[in-house]
């Protein structure tokens, strides 16, 4: 017993070293060459969508970002060299200070982070206010937008954009160049008015499905090991397993379906292992849509149903001539 203290207090040294270096690894902000933070609040859900596209510098690094606390993450995607997104693995840390921080390595260098947030609503008034911290990510050349509805008034962005008005439509596009960003943080405030509370894109069915609950969609295993034991009657057995066939068959078609109507949006890309039915469903255009451009005719990358502005470049979807 004489010789545990300075054993305890050396394997405590270790672990201090351990957590100290680990977190000094962990701190290290990945090289970006390009970093864009999209605001569009109120666009087809009340709350906010942030969208954080990036391109790194390094191909297979480590990303960390912070999330707010009550984020709900909408995608975590990287675009292969055709611009089809991809569902992308990420983990959830806890920070020093119990932050989220949403960590991925990109398949591809460039990536897309979306997730949908509370917008700090105060009358009419709508709050943004974001803060990046420094020391997650350094980028060559950083952007800020904001689209916001068509209805919204009094805008004021907290450093002021460089561009803006009712652009291509009606809807309000804002744009600030920060240039090189390394170790600083990144903050944004924008205030607006929207007394009708009108969304940029009418709330539908779709665009509430979110890509991380429709992704991992396992279909439950049948219970068959609680069956197996029983003294069951055989017959009814057979029946019960039929029913679940039925059940289950049903639930893989629904869940076929709604598939379906995620796999054209761009932010809720599908999973590498969906691809092949994807050739199948993207022949078929949805009649909702059929007169809408399914591409952006300034940047190419496609188009969600409900989208009316590209989601990469905020030009204004158009009708095909
Ligand atoms: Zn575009």
Redesign the pocket.
Known sequence: MKNARPITAFILVIAFFAVFLGTAHAQNPTDLDQLVIKFWPEYDDPRLLVIIDGKLTNPGSELRIPIPQDAQLNAVASADNTGRLLTNDWREEKGANGERILVMTPQFPAFRVEYYAPLVINGDQRIIDFELPAGFLNAKNASIEALLPPSSKEVELDPPADEQGPTQDEAHLFQRALGEVEDQAIRQKITYVNPSGALTVPETTASTGTMLQATPAPVEEPPAAKSSGSSLNPWILLLGAAALALIVGGAVGLWLTRDKDEEDIPARPPSPKRKSKKKATSVRTQPAQSNLDRY?R??G?EFGPDDRY?R??G?KRQRIQ
């Open positions: 952006c300034n940047c990358k590209c990469y470049c030009a």
